[in-house]
């Protein structure tokens, strides 16, 4: 009987630390009770529980149909770009897996030019920062991960519909009291560009960063299962 290799470079890099998460993981799972997600999906969900010891993320987590394989397709492409809200999200992504993949993170919330167009313009930074990130080309073909400011994901939205941009996957989970659930209910509302959403107001840097860990996992997994074939 052939079994699967383990993954190695987005697992935890001592014996005792892959213990505690994989042990976490089996509490999830036993923990969790029913839920409707695809094989494919719950390794996410899983995470984003993890992150924050929360099981509401089962239910208001929620996947357009092609989120994982769009997510899946985009880290293979070994040139695609994490373009964030905030710096948070870009230093809480392992280095050590992003590089795996070739992957870059970008994020432009505190550049003097993206301060001053807010202010010129009556806008918030992360607006700006997004609109930024279109001139310079990297929202096509990208994961967008936004967790602190729904202005972003409102933004992003806005560029997809009226100035054409393409990213490959948003994972949009933007926290808060003031349009974060409705900025959400936007997204979801688009067909084609795959997303990750949170329903509601939870949200967070930190679940952007699960989801896309758990993604480069899914990725890893692939990756040896296809040189175990092979």
């Known amino acids: 009987m052939t079994h699967a290799a383990a993954n190695v ?3 935890q890099l001592t014996a005792a630390g892959r213990a505690i998460e994989h042990d976490s993981f089996a509490v999830i799972d036993r923990e969790v009770g029913p839920h409707t997600y695809a094989p494919e999906q719950w390794p996410i969900v899983r995470r984003m529980i993890h992150a924050n010891a929360d099981f509401d993320f089962n239910g208001l987590t929620e ?19 994490v373009v964030a809200d905030v710096e948070m999200i870009c230093v ?7 590089a795996h993949f070739g992957l870059t993170t970008h994020q432009f919330i505190s550049d003097p030019d993206v301060i ?17 990130a279109h001139r310079l080309g990297l929202l096509d073909g990208a994961i967008v991960g936004i967790g602190n400011a729904p202005t972003a994901l409102i933004e992003v939205v806005r560029l997809m519909k009226e100035e054409g941009a393409r990213p490959a996957l948003v994972v949009g989970m933007p926290v808060g009291f003031v349009s974060a659930a409705e900025s959400k209910d936007l997204m979801a509302l688009e067909s084609d560009v795959p997303w990750i959403v949170i329903r509601g107001r939870k949200g967070g ?25 092979a």
């Open 63 to 81: 996947f357009h149909p092609d989120a994982v394989p769009a997510g899946l397709a985009a880290i293979f492409g070994h040139a695609t770009r």
């Open 92 to 98: 809480g992504l392992s280095a050590p897996r992003l």
């Open 9 to 11: 470079v987005t697992e």
């Open 116 to 132: 001053e167009l807010a202010k010129a313009e009556g806008t918030t930074r992360a607006v700006q920062a997004m609109r930024k």
């Open 205 to 229: 840097s930190t679940l952007v960063v699960a989801a896309i860990h758990a993604l480069l996992g899914l990725a890893e997994a692939q990756e040896l299962a296809k040189e175990q074939a």
